[in-house]
């Protein structure tokens, strides 16, 4: 044919590197205008704070590496991970706190192991886990609702806090409180039963209060990418159906010490996770039958974590293991080669 020779793959798709990750950050936008809402404008300013930081940070790392700053940017993968950690992050936040845990993400766990592409964990949860550990009292000041504040804070006096550490009443007790997860946790082990403990404020019907909004804006925003074939569905399956059936398992033995699947599913990062975490290509693994056991894996362990271990919401760290067992979840679970007798 006029001396070209056409040779496969003839299947073409539409979506590059900067499309996925913009649709990605777009199903986010929800949940954003429902935190904004309900909590004030922290988000707001940790996303603009973490976005500059991961921008300068990319930008620094890719001309150390001789590579071209301008394209690297435009891939959109900064953007995502500094969207990512600031909806993780408490919305009272001093400004350094996401600025080291960004520029932590960038540098380790995305540069040094290569770049976008070539990075065995996800740099957003890697960043989160770090400064959860280094700076346990800072990442476990959350807001409670504008609504149940008293006097909520101005646009001004976020931003003063944020930047001088200084707030109207001198202290944070009159704006901060336990996440749901973390109430939860602590009266159980006081030994208070879990329908009791789910009349307090913090509580809606089926989780925090305000986050059962944001969660459920972050499960259309899920669903969407899956119409949209930006993610496939095996990850997001497994594991909330894990944490969903465990959850529920452990209910019916004893209702008082376990709360019910629907406080699991809407409550902490499960949703974010499922959706927007555990569905990342790099750091998954890569067959369908492999997602499914890695998201299975990540409704174990996140389930375990938070009923058993340390911290209240573990999906973050289940998403690290996972991220970790990744390579052996694709070396065992490898298509057969075509043509293979068995």
Known sequence: MNGVSISSPHIHSDNSVSRVMLLVALALLPAYAAH?????????????LLIAAAFATEALMVKLRGRDVVATLKDGSALLTALLL???MPPLAPWWLGVVGIAFAMIFAKHLFGGLGQNSFNPAMVAYVVLLISFPVQMTSWLAPVAMQESPLSLAQHLDYTFTGHLPTGTLDGYTHATTLDQMKTEIKRGHAVSATLTAPIFGAVGGKG???????LL???????????????????????????????????PAHYPGPLFHIFSGGALLGAFFIATDPVTCATSNRGRLLFGIGVGLFTYIIRTWGGYPDGVAFSILLMNMAAPAIDYFTQPRVFGHKS
């Open 36 to 48: 904004l809402w309900l909590f004030g404008w922290g988000i707001l300013i940790n996303a603009v």
């Open 86 to 88: 600031a909806v993780a």
């Open 220 to 254: 259309l925003g899920g669903l969407w990418l899956l119409w949209k074939r930006i993610i496939s569905w095996h990850v997001p399956v497994a594991m909330l159906t894990t944490l969903f059936l465990l959850a529920g398992l452990f209910h019916l033995i004893s």
């Open 211 to 217: 986050w059962e909004i944001i969660n459920g804006l």
